[in-house]
């Protein structure tokens, strides 16, 4: 018998960047029920400090505006430019940002079932 030559991929790894704790516990919960694996930051500086660790992440949900020396967009300018394989959804209830090539946009409040089917989506799409 010949042994399998390709282990079996694990989960999806998923970011989500929420300075919020009563916003991110929730999504990052339903992710954790849809099989993904999640990773919490409560801000743009520690999800930067994550990614350049050397850690990687199939996708990045991240506020917009939370503090610290940058924000979401900020965060996603500096993911595209050094980990282009990063898929980025960015959220906001204050300013509007639409899809660009960098990165996908659902205005807040967002319901949990959109926000983790187009994660979803967008994970299998990849």
């Not at 694996?37 to 660790?53: N, P, T």
């Given at each position: 018998?010949?042994?399998?030559?390709?282990?079996?991929?694990?989960?999806?790894?998923?970011?989500?960047?929420?300075?919020?704790?009563?916003?991110?516990?929730?999504i990052a919960e339903a992710l954790r029920y849809e099989g993904l694996e999640v990773i919490e930051a409560i801000g743009a500086d520690e999800a930067w400090s994550y990614l350049i660790s050397g850690q990687d992440v199939d996708l990045i949900f991240s506020d917009?505006?939370?503090?610290?020396?940058?924000?979401?967009?900020?965060?996603?300018?500096?993911?595209?430019?050094?980990?282009?394989?990063?898929?980025?959804?960015?959220?906001?209830?204050?300013?509007?940002?639409?899809?660009?090539?960098?990165?996908?946009?659902?205005?807040?409040?967002?319901?949990?079932?959109?926000?983790?089917?187009?994660?979803?989506?967008?994970?299998?799409?990849?």
């Amino acid at each position: 018998m010949v042994p399998d030559a390709s282990p079996e991929p694990g989960p999806k790894r998923v970011m989500v960047v929420e300075d919020e704790v009563l916003v991110r516990f929730p999504i990052a919960e339903a992710l954790r029920y849809e099989g993904l694996e999640v990773i919490e930051a409560i801000g743009a500086d520690e999800a930067w400090s994550y990614l350049i660790s050397g850690q990687d992440v199939d996708l990045i949900f991240s506020d917009i505006q939370m503090p610290g020396s940058m924000d979401g967009l900020e965060l996603t300018r500096r993911v595209q430019e050094r980990f282009g394989h990063i898929i980025v959804v960015l959220t906001s209830g204050r300013r509007s940002v639409r899809s660009t090539a960098h990165a996908h946009f659902m205005v807040k409040p967002y319901r949990l079932g959109e926000a983790t089917a187009l994660i979803t989506r967008l994970l299998k799409d990849k």
